[in-house]
């Protein structure tokens, strides 16, 4: 219990919370101060922001003169319903690397911030909230009162959404930002609408809507969610207490008016038998012959439905091949109504309860109607039973109230012309979707496209701009309407128009007629569909942004959520109204879930923001503030224990720049990411591993140092053009890694394969850099080593080289921790400050030079040995022995591996080496024809390379047999319980994954095995004292042994015999972790599989 207790105390955002900036706001900070001796990202990313903004940086330029190439985005405009998620941050994430590594490649960068007016969304939170704070509706304010009221909540949250953007590090040019409701969107949207009209794409007419009672407004078909239900399910519906049966068919009988007999129907939504006006059965069914054309009595209400024949409706091989027909609440029904001219009777209000067509039911909520007309419908004798039935249920997506389809009249869109012109772009190549695959869904959705119902029943949105003529009525107690609604941009375009029309024009001069604006407003979508023109000035195409060639913007990146919703809009409005496509390339990015693959939901408590991760959050704080939501008291509950299991200690500070790059790190996942914060913190690891490193190599500098040319001479002859030819092996190598890593990020970058990008970045960092070079130049560096003055010059330059280029080829992904570098770079090199965004990206062609395959291949060599060697360290050499340095002995099939590995023998021990254990005592390598001394232990770095390391005398040998031995038989056991286990007669009937897991558990007991037994043959092998000794008695000569950091003689025993062992695989170079899984934090030593075996192969990372 203390424990836990402790926990949930545990602060992680204290440090952060209570940082105070000493950097005035906008100025660039002040590196009198030494630098810290750990990573603290609240310090780091302090400050730069405001610079970088206040620098200007961010803003494009529409200056005529201005010639470089132009790159913009516009992001896609979050909602202002409170604060940014983790997936809008994946978004911001994307976007943001991708403008600044253009913005480093010289090009004029625009990315375009805006905040959407999210009609729904925001209208029902702000009415949730003043219920729960005042008791009041929207109607206690009234329209404009309330409006006010939304406005008043914009302001409040909006900020916050901007301010998270900023803490971000998005470069953002906030000059441009816009709202979806302010002036001169809002005169787009005018402006789109009157076009639409007049090019008769927009019409109103009464059609089927989808219609949320929570909202009372229609909502469009792709803001329908639906599951899928397979038998009788309870459902808990908005607004009822008691759950609703889904999943089911009941059947019951309309009797003949005639009282000849009786038709049975059946439907999933008994209560919408109140709206029947007929029944549909097929015109070439003999069972029904006989009626075509008879009436049926309605058992409730007094109305007489006839018998119909429709081919289209009925198929007469599915239930009693008859079928009822409510015209007003069902798609189909509704075409078969039209088709036989029926009566469209709506038996439902707005508020989803049963009106005065219902007859004895008027008044009810539909889905108690639905009980009570069941009920009924057994009083009466025409119950005919139910049975389960498969459905696809309709839910709003934003309140999860169950749809209704309703008769009203409403504005539409006919998206038809507008959507083949989007798959034709498409097809054509003109627009470029990726992934590729999402193509497929994009000509799925625009060939079978509906028209889009664009005005909803709200008051927070961009009212319709059309106006309705009318007169008072005779008794002046209302208004009648005269005509059709007149479309104008406003009341005066809308009047003139009006005393065009002579019917219409006496009576608006007498003021006996008036004119009075739709009440609804328009879906979101529609004012979000305007971008990116809209903010760029559209529909003034003397618009400074729409003269200088901004429209259309280059690329779309966004969720691929969305691609209905928004994408294929734009693209569909872009083409209608300006004749160009909005973009020309469409990047859709993975949906982050939380690490189980849950979709994030307040209500399953793993909804993170941002700000939470970057800065680290109390878990007490983070369940105060569900308390403070619009939740459901039992939700809260939920999320609430959602949260205390996911993050018992709080979330922890990670920092902008490691949640940035672990959300890159994900892109390559596939559709959906599966978010661990545990992962993202081993990103901040890696932002204090990159810290540790640059401090380190600054201290190796001395004081007035200044770059130049690094020493070498250039190879004109070589096979893969000219290269440049160092004196250190390690210098050469890095170099050439350097340059693979920045052609590589270059490359993939232009190919938006993020993920790898981010991994050729990574590996280059922290294995080339960190892990390998770092500690190979140790010795060069040190100042109580014998090494020339030039070799300690060319490895400053390196180091130099290494840090001006990979903080630059880093930035766009962690621009923080990046410029912080950079600038003390450039502070050691004497140069004045110059934002590292603003430097030239390292594409990789300045340094095809340093490309040497060879160099890659010797160093290779080394790394390989070098990691055999650490291995049988960390396996025996532990504890107590932990600082012991070893003797090691190699044997080389190959000469020229063995010339390798004597000229490089200091480069190898420092390489032999971890944080915790010296380099070995020596290193020699064996002449031929050699053996090791006694008590060696074996390992084969490669088949023509065997690394012994001299145990006797510090491990007793004969113990660790005994231990391993006992280890073989508490794995033996292990194995027989499972191969039993798998043995019984009933192992056939256990799940699969069951049988897959353990078919994998025992493979591995036999691996472990193997592992044991080979360990065990080799330390009784090299116990043995019995083999014969060597003549030979070897010195200082350097053609038979060389030692490191000391030279000494030894006798060998002649005629090795080789000891089966399985070759040695070294680790491969380090890629990031893996996409579905956090890495833990490691030091970069490598480490044996299989326990303490010393010939199992090395784990990788």
């Known amino acids: 219990m203390g424990k836990k207790a402790d926990l949930a105390d545990a602060d992680p955002g204290k440090l952060a919370r209570e940082f105070v900036n000493p950097t005035p706001k906008g100025e660039f900070k002040s590196f009198a101060e030494e630098m810290d001796s750990a990573y603290h990202p609240h310090k780091v990313e302090a400050g730069w922001n405001d610079w970088w903004e206040a620098s200007g940086y961010y803003e494009a330029s529409s200056d005529p003169s201005d010639t470089r190439p132009k790159f913009s985005i516009c992001l896609p405009p979050p909602n202002v319903t409170g604060s940014l998620h983790l997936g809008h941050a994946l978004t911001a994430a994307v976007q943001d690397m991708l403008i600044r590594w253009h913005r480093m490649r010289g090009y004029n960068c625009m990315w375009i911030p805006g905040v959407d007016h999210a009609g729904i969304a925001t209208q029902t939170v702000v009415e949730k909230k003043i219920k729960k704070e005042e008791g009041k509706t929207r109607h206690d304010y009234g329209r404009e009162p309330f409006v006010d009221k939304v406005m008043e909540w914009k302001e409040q949250y909006g900020n916050r959404i901007t301010m998270q953007l900023r803490r971000l590090g998005c470069s953002l040019d906030w000059s441009r930002e816009v709202f979806t409701m302010d002036a001169p969107r809002a005169a787009s949207v005018q402006e789109a609408f009157v076009r639409f009209h007049e090019m008769g794409l927009l019409y109103r007419g009464v059609r089927l809507t989808n219609w949320c009672s929570q909202l009372k407004s229609a909502i469009s078909d792709i803001e329908v969610d639906y599951q899928d239900i397979e038998k009788r399910t309870r459902i808990s519906v908005p607004g009822y207490e008691r759950t609703i049966p889904f999943g089911v068919i009941w059947s019951f009988a309309y009797e003949f008016a005639d009282g000849s007999g009786e038709i049975v129907v ?14 549909a059965v097929h015109p070439d069914d003999p069972r029904y012959a006989h009626c075509h054309g008879k009436m049926l009595k309605h058992p409730f209400v007094d109305r007489l439905i006839p018998v119909i024949c429709d081919a289209e409706l009925v198929q007469m091989e599915f239930g009693t091949g008859a079928v009822k027909v409510t015209p007003a609440h069902d798609p189909n029904d509704f075409k078969c109504g039209k088709r036989h001219d029926l009566a469209m009777i709506t038996i439902l209000d707005d508020d989803g309860n049963m009106n005065a067509e219902a007859g004895p ?22 119950s005919r039973g139910e049975a389960e039935n498969p459905m696809r249920l309709g839910l709003c997506s934003r309140t999860g109230d169950v749809i209704e389809p309703l008769l009203k009249p409403q504005w539409w869109v006919n998206c038809a012309p507008m959507a083949k012109r989007a798959t034709e772009a498409v097809r054509t190549g003109q627009l470029k979707i990726m992934p590729d695959f999402h193509e497929a869904t994009w000509f799925r959705w625009l060939d079978n496209i509906q028209d889009w119902c664009v005005s909803r029943q709200l008051w927070w949105g961009h009212r319709i701009p059309a106006w309705y003529p009318r007169r008072k009525t005779a008794d002046g107690a209302s208004w009648e309407d005269l005509g059709e609604p007149i479309v104008a941009r406003n009341v005066e375009e809308a009047r003139a128009k009006a005393l065009e029309d002579e019917a219409l024009a006496p009576g608006l001069a007498s003021g006996a007629v008036e004119l009075f604006q739709d009440e609804d407003v328009l879906d979101t ?32 990146e966004t969720g691929h959520d969305i691609l209905f919703f928004w994408v294929a809009r734009m693209v569909m409005c872009s083409l209608a109204l300006t004749d160009k496509l909005p973009f020309t ?12 693959g849950r979709k994030m939901s307040k209500s399953l408590g793993n909804v993170v923001d941002p700000l939470e991760v970057i800065n680290g959050y109390k878990l007490t704080d983070l369940l105060a503030k569900l308390d403070q939501g619009n939740l459901d008291p039992k939700e809260v509950a939920k999320a609430k224990d959602a949260q205390t299991k996911e993050f018992p200690g709080g979330i922890p500070e990670c920092g902008s720049d490691a949640l940035r790059f672990g959300l890159l790190a994900y892109t390559q996942q596939g559709r959906d990411v599966n978010l661990d914060i545990q992962r993202i913190l081993s990103y901040r690891q890696f932002c204090n591993k990159l810290w540790q490193a640059t401090r380190f190599a600054l201290q190796k500098f001395p004081p007035g140092f200044r770059p130049e040319p690094l020493p070498c001479v250039i190879d004109a002859t070589a096979p893969n053009g000219p290269t440049a030819v160092f004196d250190s092996l390690a210098d050469a190598w890095i170099l050439d890694r350097l340059h693979a890593a920045c052609a590589a990020v270059d490359a993939h970058l232009k190919a938006y394969e993020i993920a790898d990008a981010i991994s050729a970045v990574y590996v280059f960092w922290y294995d080339d850099f960190c892990s390998t070079y770092l500690e190979a130049t140790k010795p060069t560096l040190d100042p109580a080593m014998p090494v020339p003055e030039s070799a300690r010059r060319a490895a400053r330059l390196t180091l130099y080289t290494c840090l001006h280029f990979g903080l630059r080829l880093l930035h766009p992904f962690m621009p923080f921790v990046t410029e912080e570098l950079y600038q003390r770079v450039r502070l050691l090199a004497g140069l004045e400050h110059s934002s590292c965004m603003i430097a030239e990206f390292p594409d990789g062609q300045a340094s095809a030079v340093w490309a040497n395959a060879k160099v890659v291949a010797r160093m290779e060599t080394l790394r390989t040995v070098a990691a055999a060697i650490r291995a049988v360290r960390s396996e025996y050499l532990r504890g107590e ?3 012991y340095a070893p003797e090691v002995f190699v044997s080389c099939g190959d000469a020229d591996t063995a010339a390798l590995l004597k000229a490089e023998v200091p480069t190898l021990g420092a390489l032999a080496r971890s944080s915790s254990q010296p380099p070995p005592a020596s290193i020699a390598v064996l002449p031929p024809n050699c053996a090791p001394p006694k008590g060696c232990a074996l390992v084969n770095a490669s088949t023509d390379v065997a690394v012994f390391v001299l145990l006797a005398g510090v491990v007793d040998l004969g113990a660790e ?10 794995v033996q056991g292990f194995k027989d319980k499972l191969v039993k286990s798998m043995a019984s007669p009933n192992y056939a009937k256990a799940p699969a994954n069951k049988r897959a897991e353990d078919a994998t558990k025992l493979a591995g007991f036999d691996a472990q095995l193997a592992t044991l037994a080979d360990a065990i ?33 030894t006798h060998w025993r002649a005629h090795r015999s080789a000891v089966p062992t399985p070759p040695y695989s070294p680790r491969p170079r380090v890629r990031p972790p893996p996409r579905d899984t956090a890495p833990a934090p490691h030091s970069g030593q490598r480490r044996l599989d299989g326990g303490r075996a010393l010939a199992a192969r090395l784990s990788t990372l």
């Open 881 to 883: 022995h932990d600082r």
């Open 266 to 279: 059946a439907t999933t939504r008994p209560e919408t038998m109140l709206g029947d006006t007929a029944v």
């Open 1017 to 1049: 043959a080799q330390l009784k092998y090299y116990a043995d004292d019995e083999r014969p000794a060597c003549s030979a008695r070897l010195g200082h000569d350097a053609h038979h042994a060389d030692f490191y950091p000391r030279q000494q003689a």
């Open 585 to 596: 390339e469409v990047y859709l990015h993975a949906m982050v879930r939380d690490k189980y």
């Open 361 to 382: 039911f008027a008044g009810r909520k539909r889905f108690d109607a639905r009980f009570d007309v069941l009920a009924e419908l057994k009083n009466k004798g025409l």
């Open 961 to 970: 047999v005994a231990r391993l031995e006992k280890e073989v038989t508490k």
């Open 525 to 556: 979508w529609f004012s979000s569909g305007l971008f990116p023109f809209s903010p760029l000035g559209w529909p003034d195409l003397s618009a400074p942004d729409m003269k200088a060639g901004w429209h259309p913007t280059t690329l779309l």
